[in-house]
């Protein structure tokens, strides 16, 4: 097992290159890749660098993994042209139409092989094994969805090794970050600060803008959002990381692990020290603590396994089909509509003919099913005037309830 990792700039091709862990280099043009940051021109320089000094068992990978609609995917064959193939052994892609494209560049250029993104969906065998003989011989490797519990992952890899046996290597991302939602609409410039726009204002195409988000529906926060040329990007709070599962996964069959620190170039990050503090012999050597206490030193944000030991995404649907927060009976009398800490909470009312009165009991449901008291002793208005009585369509604030979160149910307890 090695690993893949991304080259940003050509001072750090030398760390890079005389890594023997290193077995990719992958190069991310700004127009053809989700994260990119290189033009053209620099691809064409930094592929031709390491082509001259790397050693003979890395690759250099062009990575092509954008989702496009018809006129997105005609600008990125004009990109495309401006870059040397010949420079590169492989081109990394995830949508579909890119895939059956650079199968067909594959009969112009030798040298080039592919390897399909499955990171995004494809969860189940027979979809990947179809992938996989829709590419033949010109698909080189496979990168498996990090969404794949460990037993099912095991079971999964023993399958496709028996079948395509050394033909197809396979690659799960070792440590990045968790991409829980994408849009190709601009969802963060609407609502940002004038300082965060006037940061980006001369470049925009070539940076992006970050925000951290909080959830509606949750007590969570600390969700980094980006937002650049490609869409709008939202990220777990935390980090996935399976590096000290080297073992184990090499065992199952997994050929490479990707370092993907691309969020974290230009802070106290250094990914030739990582890579050597990091190496695939002493992550073996180690004992657990060590390893973990080895991430945390050298990784700029909180870690976890994500699905890997467990894939409870269905667990909520219980908690979401709650009867009290789908059925509105004849007591439903409004929605919580905002939520702060120690100061209110602010309520609108939306049964008709109800009227909403000082000294009345609620029952308060939750979108996780809890259930919570309140005794009405005092409302405010938005004119923060203390009100006995709150109509239709009018919004009221109450004293917190600790547990209660945005889109709660309010009834009135009888």
Same mark, same amino acid.
């Given at each position: 097992?090695?690993?893949?990792?991304?080259?940003? &700039?050509?001072?750090?091709?030398?760390?890079?290159?005389?890594?023997?862990?290193?077995?990719?280099?992958?190069?991310?043009?700004?127009?053809?890749?989700?994260?990119?940051?290189?033009?053209?021109?620099?691809?064409? @320089?930094?592929?031709?660098?390491?082509?001259?000094?790397?050693?003979?068992?890395?690759?250099?990978?062009? @990575?092509?993994?954008?989702?496009?609609?018809?006129?997105?995917?005609?600008?990125?064959?004009? !990109?495309?042209?401006? !870059? $040397?193939?010949?420079?590169?052994?492989? !081109?990394?892609?995830?949508?579909?139409?890119?895939?059956?494209?650079?199968?067909?560049?594959? %009969?112009?250029?030798?040298?080039?092989?592919?390897?399909?993104?499955?990171?995004?969906?494809?969860?189940?065998?027979?979809?990947?094994?179809?992938?996989?003989?829709?590419?033949?011989?010109?698909?080189?490797?496979?990168?498996?969805?990090?969404?794949?519990?460990?037993?099912?992952?095991? =079971?999964?890899?023993?399958?496709?090794?028996?079948?395509? =046996?050394?033909?197809?290597?396979?690659?799960?991302?070792?440590?990045?970050?968790?991409?829980?939602?994408?849009?190709?609409?601009?969802?963060?410039?609407?609502?940002?600060? &004038? $300082? +965060?726009?006037?940061?980006?204002?001369?470049?925009?195409?070539?940076?992006?803008?970050?925000?951290?988000?909080?959830?509606?529906?949750?007590?969570?926060?600390?969700?980094?959002?980006?937002?650049?040329?490609?869409?709008?990007?939202?990220?777990?709070?935390?980090?996935?990381?399976?590096?000290?599962?080297?073992?184990?996964?090499?065992? *199952?069959?997994?050929?490479?692990?990707?370092?993907?620190?691309?969020?974290?170039?230009?802070?106290?990050?250094?990914?030739?020290?990582?890579?050597?503090?990091?190496?695939?012999?002493?992550?073996?050597?180690?004992?657990?603590?060590?390893?973990?206490?080895?991430?945390?030193?050298?990784?700029?944000?909180?870690? +976890?396994?994500?699905?890997?030991?467990?894939?409870?995404? %269905?667990?909520?649907?219980?908690?979401?089909?709650?009867?009290?927060?789908?059925?509105?009976? @004849?007591?439903?009398?409004?929605?919580?509509?905002?939520?702060?800490?120690?100061?209110?909470?602010?309520? +609108?009312?939306?049964?008709?003919?109800?009227?909403?009165?000082?000294?009345?009991?609620?029952? +308060?449901?939750?979108?996780?099913?809890?259930?919570?008291?309140?005794?009405?002793?005092?409302?405010?208005?938005?004119?923060?005037? @203390?009100?006995?009585? *709150?109509?239709?369509?009018?919004?009221?604030?109450?004293?917190?309830?600790?547990?209660?979160? !945005?889109?709660?149910?309010?009834?009135? %307890?009888?």
């Amino acid at each position: 097992m090695s690993y893949v990792v991304y080259l940003q &700039e050509s001072v750090e091709v030398k760390g890079i290159v005389e890594n023997i862990d290193v077995d990719e280099i992958i190069l991310s043009a700004a127009e053809l890749s989700r994260f990119g940051s290189l033009k053209s021109s620099q691809v064409n @320089e930094l592929a031709s660098e390491l082509k001259s000094v790397k050693a003979s068992h890395q690759k250099v990978v062009l @990575e092509w993994d954008i989702l496009m609609t018809q006129s997105r995917f005609e600008n990125a064959l004009k !990109i495309l042209d401006k !870059i $040397d193939l010949e420079l590169f052994d492989a !081109i990394r892609v995830q949508d579909p139409g890119a895939y059956e494209y650079v199968l067909e560049v594959c %009969d112009r250029f030798s040298n080039l092989r592919v390897h399909l993104s499955l990171e995004t969906g494809n969860h189940n065998l027979e979809a990947i094994k179809k992938w996989i003989q829709y590419g033949g011989e010109k698909l080189e490797k496979v990168i498996l969805s990090i969404e794949i519990p460990k037993q099912r992952l095991m =079971k999964i890899l023993e399958v496709l090794r028996n079948e395509f =046996k050394e033909r197809v290597k396979f690659e799960l991302l070792g440590i990045g970050r968790i991409l829980l939602f994408y849009s190709p609409r601009k969802l963060v410039s609407p609502v940002a600060s &004038e $300082d +965060i726009i006037e940061e980006t204002k001369e470049d925009f195409n070539q940076k992006a803008l970050e925000i951290i988000g909080s959830s509606q529906e949750s007590p969570h926060s600390g969700f980094p959002i980006v937002e650049n040329r490609h869409g709008t990007f939202m990220f777990h709070l935390k980090d996935h990381c399976l590096l000290d599962e080297y073992d184990t996964l090499r065992d *199952a069959g997994i050929d490479h692990l990707r370092i993907d620190d691309r969020f974290y170039r230009g802070l106290e990050f250094n990914l030739e020290s990582l890579l050597c503090e990091l190496s695939l012999n002493r992550l073996v050597e180690l004992e657990e603590k060590e390893r973990d206490r080895l991430l945390k030193a050298y990784w700029p944000c909180s870690l +976890i396994k994500g699905f890997f030991r467990a894939n409870k995404s %269905d667990v909520l649907f219980k908690k979401l089909k709650n009867s009290r927060l789908q059925n509105r009976d @004849e007591s439903y009398i409004g929605d919580v509509v905002d939520v702060q800490k120690d100061s209110h909470i602010a309520f +609108i009312v939306k049964a008709p003919s109800k009227i909403l009165e000082v000294g009345q009991k609620l029952r +308060i449901y939750t979108p996780d099913g809890k259930e919570k008291s309140l005794s009405l002793d005092f409302m405010k208005n938005g004119m923060n005037c @203390e009100v006995d009585k *709150a109509a239709t369509g009018d919004i009221v604030f109450l004293r917190p309830v600790s547990g209660v979160s !945005i889109r709660s149910m309010v009834y009135l %307890d009888s």
